[in-house]
């Protein structure tokens, strides 16, 4: 269920032409040399706190994580230039959030159900190394039905014999 959320989440965002690298984040942005294109949105799901519905379904609210970094200028002179480079992670932020939100996500199988996307926070990361990260969360409702019992329909023939 997650991995076809965040896939599509992911295929959503490759209309956005400034973003050079799009992936799940398994760490990147925390490698001493971090191997991605700048700038970049990294995907991630948090915890679900899964609630019982009965015959083995359970519902869950499910918090997106859409991680956008951008590399800040290096030369401290060029003033004008910098500013426009770290203003763009917030244009791109905005993008994301016209793309995404009240976006409907489409189940597989019909194994689950998923509610409209909703932006929740919008947050900047502090960083001390060049890196401009900011965090945008998307919040959206999850029904789990994969561990539910599927039972076939059968067709019985009965016979009544009165005397």
Known sequence: MINDILRQIRNKLQNIAELKYINYDWGQLYHENPPIK?????????TLI???????VQDAPLNIV?????RHAQNPNIRNED???DNKIWDIAED???????FKLEPKDNEY???LLTR???ER???????????????????????????????????????
Do not use: S, W
Not at 50 to 56: A, I, L
Not at 66 to 70: E, I, P, Q
Not at 138 to 155: M, N, Q, R, S
């Open 38 to 46: 700048y700038p970049c949105c990294l995907l991630n799901a948090e």
């Open 83 to 85: 500013t426009e480079v």
């Open 66 to 70: 859409l991680t956008l970094a951008g």
């Open 50 to 56: 899964f609630n019982n519905q009965g015959q083995q």
């Open 113 to 115: 159900e998923v509610g």
């Open 120 to 122: 929740v926070q919008l």
């Open 125 to 163: 990361v502090p960083r001390n190394d060049g890196i401009r990260q900011v965090e945008i969360k998307f919040l959206c409702h999850t029904t789990d039905k994969t561990a539910k019992p599927k039972y076939k329909t059968a067709t019985a023939r009965v016979v009544v014999d009165v005397k």
């Open 96 to 102: 994301i959030h016209r793309m995404l939100h009240g």
